[in-house]
């Protein structure tokens, strides 16, 4: 799955990226858990694109509200477009994920924390759906999920699953309301291709959500 997110990046290199204009700045984070803030890339209701801070952990519409007793801050690509929290997004309302890199457990080597990122350290942007909530007393939510699908080959050895790494070529078409194609946009979540990703482990300080500096992106000693 994926639990923690990188963020280092200035805003203007994501907007470059995305194809929209930075309208806000953006501090790096390097132990970013649940629930909090991260940078997501949607066409607005207006019909035009727009990146802004959206609560990361999906809170759909029609629910009561955040509940912690549901982990909603990933969503299986296999399913997603018939599970009840996910399916209306997955037609209407998807994003784009920018991050520099996110951390991921191994299953086989005692909960060990990897870090994992481009080998030319440049941005990766994974494929998500939004969505807002509001209650009765006008308080709302701008909320993101991201998809995940089973692990390339790199990658398997630390866990069996892994965010959707998009090509760019696929941004446009991903980001489109209009577009329903349901086969078409499935073949789009598939494990990212071997070779361009480096992972490492890193500190177990990365277990602890309050631990936020560069220190714990250092590769530990053999």
Same mark, same amino acid.
């Given at each position: ?7 280092? /990046?200035?805003?203007?290199? $994501? ?11 953006? /501090? ?6 649940? =629930? ?22 999906? !809170? @759909?519409?029609? /629910?009561?509200? @955040? %509940? ?17 929290? $996910? ?37 990766? !942007? ?18 993101? =999920? ?17 965010? !959707?790494?998009? %090509? @760019?070529? &696929?941004?446009? +078409? ?25 992972? $490492?482990?890193? /500190?177990?300080?990365?277990?602890? @959500?309050?631990? +936020?500096?560069?220190? &714990? ?6």
């Amino acid at each position: 799955m994926c639990g923690r997110l990188v963020i280092y /990046s200035p805003s203007e290199r $994501y907007a470059g990226l995305l194809g929209v204009t930075a309208n806000f700045a953006l /501090s790096p984070r390097y132990n970013i858990p649940p =629930t909090f803030e991260i940078p997501a890339c949607r066409v607005s209701p207006q019909g035009e694109r727009e990146m802004m801070l959206m609560r990361w952990g999906l !809170v @759909p519409r029609w /629910s009561k509200g @955040p %509940d912690s007793r549901f982990s909603m801050f990933n969503a299986r690509s296999e399913t997603v477009h018939e599970k009840p929290a $996910y399916r209306s997004a997955f037609k209407n309302q998807r994003c784009l994920i920018p991050v520099d890199g996110f951390y991921e457990w191994s299953q086989s080597n005692g909960k060990q924390p990897y870090f994992i990122h481009r080998r030319d350290n440049t941005p990766m !942007v994974f494929a998500g759906l939004w969505d807002y909530w509001q209650d009765k007393d006008g308080n709302s939510i701008d909320s993101c =999920t991201i998809i995940v699908t089973k692990a390339n080959d790199e990658m398997q050895s630390i866990h069996d699953r892994m965010p !959707v790494i998009l %090509d @760019p070529r &696929l941004f446009d +078409d991903w980001l489109d309301p209009q577009n329903h194609a349901v086969d078409e946009l499935r073949d789009m979540l598939q494990p990212y291709a071997p070779g361009d990703l480096e992972s $490492y482990p890193v /500190s177990r300080d990365v277990n602890t @959500p309050r631990n +936020d500096n560069p220190d &714990l992106l250092d590769k530990l000693a053999p």
